[in-house]
Nanobody, 115 residues
Framework: QVQLVESGGGLVQPGGSLRLSCAASAITFSLYASLGWYRQAPGKQRELVARIFRDGSTLYADSVKGRFTISRDNAKNTVYLQMNSLKPEDTAVYYC????????WGQGTQVTVSS
């Protein structure tokens, strides 16, 4: 059974940092052409914010470019999202998934940016 377990979220002040992790079981991240971090804010659709390809290249949504960094550790079957200079508009539940996404989604990790 596929499991995607996101962790590392929390409450942080504007300008702060968080590092999210996503561990997978029953799937092997290295077999996918790209992996993504997605987020869903209240009342909004889920959106893709970062992708990392098998060769290590990355793509970012304009809203997070220069502030977020996606990385992967194939040996640990884990993908990370380093988030710096956080803004209130980054508040959302964050999920990982291959791109294109699987039908299965984990529970996500809540990130709240507020003073």
């Amino acid at each position: 059974q596929v499991q995607l377990v996101e962790s590392g979220g929390g409450l942080v002040q504007p300008g702060g940092s968080l590092r999210l992790s996503c561990a997978a079981s029953a799937i092997t991240f290295s077999l996918y052409a790209s992996l993504g971090w997605y987020r869903q804010a209240p009342g909004k659709q889920r959106e893709l914010v970062a992708r990392i390809f098998r060769d290590g290249s990355t793509l970012y949504a304009d809203s997070v470019k220069g502030r977020f960094t996606i990385s992967r550790d194939n040996a640990k079957n884990t993908v990370y999202l380093q988030m710096n200079s956080l803004k209130p508009e980054d508040t959302a539940v964050y999920y990982c998934n291959p791109y294109p996404a699987l039908a299965y989604w984990g529970q996500g990790t809540q990130v709240t940016v507020s003073s």
